[in-house]
């Protein structure tokens, strides 16, 4: 099965300014039509989880621009350009390529 | 709107059974994917079950193989996770998330299992 791990865990920021959270793959997530199924979701405190990227680097709609995704391969980031209070919560990694599917453990936002 | 709404979750004790229930609107139900996922109290995310657009295929997670079977009736828009041989671990909110990539996810019920 293939381990999604995440780092930090915790993350604290001041309001304004940038975050990165990190998501690796035990195995390389590019399937075998090219595609390449790795998406982030947020999970605000008492909410269910909501998609924010597909494919890596593709945002939902509704999603901010300060959001972004990036990676290929194994190594993958989910960068929050300047961070906003409302940012707060816990973002998951996860990969759709291979079976089972897999969640990395989440990485809980909080501000300074 | 795409919605979905899920229903069903009880408190039950070891070994009992449960189904749960997902219903889907504001988008053509018989031309998704469909997922269950669940979250253990103060615990991340867990890929359950998930059925292909007909229903002909089914994939599930080694923990609950055997135990749970999921299910689907487009006339009804409705999807199901019939739950046996309940265990203390299955405690948790279940979702149901639409598409393969899961796109869309309902607000959850929440199935307790105790004695």
């Known amino acids: 099965d293939v381990v999604m791990t995440q780092s930090p865990l915790s993350l604290p920021v001041t309001l304004g300014q940038p975050a990165s959270i990190s998501c690796r793959s035990s195995q390389s997530l590019i399937h075998s039509n090219g595609d390449t199924y790795l998406n982030w979701f947020q999970q605000r405190p008492g909410q269910s989880p909501r998609r924010l990227m597909y494919r890596v680097s593709n945002r939902d709609s509704g999603v901010p621009d300060r959001f972004s995704g990036s990676g290929s391969g194994t190594d993958f980031t989910l960068t929050i350009s300047r961070v906003e209070a409302e940012d707060v919560g816990v973002y998951y990694c996860?990969?759709?390529?291979?079976?089972?599917?897999?969640f990395g453990q989440g990485t809980k936002v909080e501000i300074k | 709107e795409v919605q979905v709404l899920e229903s069903g979750g009880d408190l039950v004790q070891p070994g009992g059974s449960l189904r749960l229930s997902c219903a889907a609107s504001?988008?053509?139900?018989?031309?998704?994917?469909m997922n269950w996922v669940r979250q253990a109290p103060g615990k991340g995310l867990e890929w359950v079950s998930l059925?292909?657009?007909?229903?002909?295929?089914?994939y599930y997670a080694a923990s609950v193989k055997g135990r749970f079977t999921i299910s689907r009736d487009n006339s009804k828009n409705t999807l199901y996770l019939q739950m046996n041989s309940l265990r203390d671990e299955d405690t948790a909110i279940y979702y149901c998330?639409?598409?393969?990539?899961?796109?869309?996810w309902g607000q959850g019920t929440t199935v307790t299992v105790s004695s």
């Open positions: 059925i292909d657009n007909s229903g002909g295929a089914t």
């Open positions: 504001g988008f053509t139900f018989s031309d998704y994917v």
């Open positions: 998330a639409k598409d393969l990539q899961l796109d869309v």
């Open positions: 996860m990969q759709g390529t291979h079976w089972p599917r897999s």
